[in-house]
Protein backbone atom coordinates (compact mmCIF):
# COMPACT_ATOMS: atom_id res chain seq x y z
CA UNK A 1 0.00 0.00 0.00
CA UNK A 2 1.03 3.33 -0.84
CA UNK A 3 -0.01 6.66 0.31
CA UNK A 4 0.74 10.58 -2.34
CA UNK A 5 -0.11 13.42 -0.02
CA UNK A 6 -0.07 16.81 -2.21
CA UNK A 7 -1.66 20.13 -1.96
CA UNK A 8 0.14 22.28 0.11
CA UNK A 9 1.88 25.14 -0.48
CA UNK A 10 2.12 29.00 0.21
CA UNK A 11 -1.31 30.74 1.29
CA UNK A 12 -1.44 33.87 3.14
CA UNK A 13 -3.39 34.27 6.81
CA UNK A 14 -7.13 33.32 6.39
CA UNK A 15 -6.62 31.46 3.33
CA UNK A 16 -7.44 27.69 2.34
CA UNK A 17 -5.66 24.44 0.75
CA UNK A 18 -7.06 20.97 0.12
CA UNK A 19 -4.32 18.03 0.83
CA UNK A 20 -4.70 15.48 -1.19
CA UNK A 21 -3.41 11.71 -0.08
CA UNK A 22 -4.25 9.33 -3.18
CA UNK A 23 -4.18 5.21 -2.22
CA UNK A 24 -2.97 3.06 -4.55
CA UNK A 25 -2.17 -0.78 -4.26
CA UNK A 26 -5.32 -1.33 -2.01
CA UNK A 27 -8.71 0.12 -1.57
CA UNK A 28 -8.88 3.62 0.46
CA UNK A 29 -12.12 2.28 2.45
CA UNK A 30 -9.98 -0.76 3.86
CA UNK A 31 -8.26 1.64 6.47
CA UNK A 32 -9.48 4.24 8.86
CA UNK A 33 -7.22 6.89 8.08
CA UNK A 34 -5.83 9.88 9.44
CA UNK A 35 -3.50 13.57 9.05
CA UNK A 36 -0.64 14.21 11.09
CA UNK A 37 1.42 17.52 10.84
CA UNK A 38 4.88 18.17 12.09
CA UNK A 39 5.89 21.59 12.71
CA UNK A 40 9.93 22.32 12.55
CA UNK A 41 11.57 21.33 15.36
CA UNK A 42 7.80 19.34 16.81
CA UNK A 43 7.03 16.61 17.25
CA UNK A 44 4.41 14.58 14.80
CA UNK A 45 0.75 15.59 15.91
CA UNK A 46 -2.42 14.08 15.44
CA UNK A 47 -5.05 16.45 13.27
CA UNK A 48 -8.15 14.37 11.96
CA UNK A 49 -9.16 11.12 11.50
CA UNK A 50 -11.89 8.99 9.65
CA UNK A 51 -13.55 5.92 9.92
CA UNK A 52 -13.40 3.39 7.74
CA UNK A 53 -17.34 3.99 6.86
CA UNK A 54 -16.64 7.61 6.95
CA UNK A 55 -19.35 8.16 9.12
CA UNK A 56 -17.16 9.18 12.39
CA UNK A 57 -14.31 11.46 12.42
CA UNK A 58 -12.64 13.16 14.83
CA UNK A 59 -10.45 16.75 14.93
CA UNK A 60 -7.78 18.08 17.87
CA UNK A 61 -9.40 21.27 19.16
CA UNK A 62 -7.18 23.84 17.27
CA UNK A 63 -8.43 22.73 13.82
CA UNK A 64 -11.94 22.39 15.36
CA UNK A 65 -14.29 24.34 12.72
CA UNK A 66 -11.86 24.78 10.07
CA UNK A 67 -10.37 21.64 8.79
CA UNK A 68 -12.84 19.03 7.08
CA UNK A 69 -10.99 15.38 6.68
CA UNK A 70 -13.00 13.72 4.13
CA UNK A 71 -12.76 10.44 1.60
CA UNK A 72 -13.86 10.35 -1.97
CA UNK A 73 -13.65 6.46 -2.40
CA UNK A 74 -14.30 6.06 -6.70
CA UNK A 75 -11.26 8.10 -6.45
CA UNK A 76 -9.68 6.41 -3.46
CA UNK A 77 -8.49 9.49 -2.00
CA UNK A 78 -8.54 10.98 1.52
CA UNK A 79 -8.82 14.84 2.07
CA UNK A 80 -8.45 17.55 4.66
CA UNK A 81 -10.06 20.79 3.62
CA UNK A 82 -8.28 23.61 5.36
CA UNK A 83 -9.97 27.01 5.86
CA UNK A 84 -8.93 29.66 8.11
CA UNK A 85 -5.14 29.05 8.13
CA UNK A 86 -3.03 30.79 10.42
CA UNK A 87 0.75 30.94 10.46
CA UNK A 88 0.82 28.47 13.23
CA UNK A 89 -0.27 25.78 11.51
CA UNK A 90 2.95 25.72 9.02
CA UNK A 91 4.07 22.49 8.89
CA UNK A 92 4.29 19.30 7.07
CA UNK A 93 1.04 17.43 6.68
CA UNK A 94 0.95 13.74 6.55
CA UNK A 95 -2.02 11.26 5.15
CA UNK A 96 -1.91 7.65 6.84
CA UNK A 97 -3.66 4.58 6.91
CA UNK A 98 -4.08 1.60 9.66
CA UNK A 99 -5.26 -1.80 8.81
CA UNK A 100 -8.14 -2.05 10.86
CA UNK A 101 -11.25 -4.62 10.31
CA UNK A 102 -13.69 -2.41 12.65
CA UNK A 103 -16.04 0.51 10.45
CA UNK A 104 -16.62 2.76 13.26
CA UNK A 105 -13.35 3.38 14.66
CA UNK A 106 -10.73 6.44 14.09
CA UNK A 107 -7.50 6.18 15.65
CA UNK A 108 -5.49 9.83 16.85
CA UNK A 109 -2.22 7.94 17.68
CA UNK A 110 0.91 8.08 15.21
CA UNK A 111 1.90 4.53 16.31
CA UNK A 112 -1.44 2.98 15.57
CA UNK A 113 -0.91 3.78 11.73
CA UNK A 114 0.74 1.30 9.67
CA UNK A 115 1.16 3.14 6.19
CA UNK A 116 2.13 6.41 5.64
CA UNK A 117 2.37 9.05 2.79
CA UNK A 118 5.32 11.06 2.03
CA UNK A 119 4.21 14.71 3.70
CA UNK A 120 3.61 17.83 1.62
CA UNK A 121 4.59 20.87 3.44
CA UNK A 122 1.83 23.92 3.88
CA UNK A 123 3.54 27.23 4.87
CA UNK A 124 1.27 30.14 6.15
CA UNK A 125 2.06 33.80 5.89
CA UNK A 126 1.46 36.48 8.23
Known amino acids: VQLQACGGGLVQAGGSLRLSCVVSGSTARNYPMGWFRQAAGKEREFVAA????????DYVDFVKGRFTISRDNAKNTLYLQMNGLQPEDTAVYFCAAKIATSWERWFKYSHQYDYWGQGTLVTVSS
Open 50 to 57: ISRNDLNT
